[in-house]
């Protein structure tokens, strides 16, 4: 069987996050989405927020399923014996920042914990939280990158009339 995870701090999910998602859910026999909750960053959601959207938006996945993980993402992986790490990749700039994640997670793991990457679907490659999170801030139309239910809750911590 074929597990792979797809790590991320999600605050909060995107369409884009959820397009490499349903793709990594075709691939794959099992995606855990690990979502990373770092006491040290204060993200705008806290880490049940963010596990609970994204329970939400792939409850109609039956192979995904969505957890929390504190500290090394390759001592989370050798503990859940998942050996593949799935990122999305947006655009050049991305890459570099990627590289070395990988390559830092393939030396921690002793080789064992292997980064796949998924191009981000066209519509999408310029989307992320940052920006989702700047366009609540000023009220701006949030419908197409996430859902109603997160963007209503983006306006209310974010957005200053
Ligand atoms: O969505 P993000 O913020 O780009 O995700 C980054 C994430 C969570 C995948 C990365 O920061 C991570 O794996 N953090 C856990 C700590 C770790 O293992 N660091 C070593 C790799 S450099």
Do not use: W
């Amino acid at each position: 069987m074929k597990r792979a995870i797809y790590p991320g701090t999600f605050d909060p999910m995107t369409y884009g996050h959820l397009d490499i998602i349903e793709r990594a859910a075709k691939i794959f026999d099992e995606v855990t989405v690990g979502v990373l909750d770092n006491k040290e960053k204060t993200p705008l959601f806290s880490v049940e927020e963010r596990v609970n959207i994204l329970k939400e938006a792939t409850k109609d996945l039956p192979n995904v399923k969505i957890e929390s993980f504190g500290g090394l993402l390759s001592e989370y992986c050798k503990a859940q014996d998942i050996h593949i790490a799935i990122r999305g990749l947006r655009a050049i700039t991305d890459f570099e920042y990627e590289f070395q994640m990988s390559m830092m997670n393939s030396k921690l793991s002793h080789n064992e914990l292997e980064t796949v990457y998924l191009n981000t679907t066209l519509k999408y490659s310029y989307l992320s939280s940052s920006s989702v999170k700047q366009i609540a801030q000023f009220g701006g139309e949030l419908e197409d990158f996430v859902p109603k239910s997160v963007a209503e809750m983006l306006y209310e911590r974010l957005y200053k009339k």
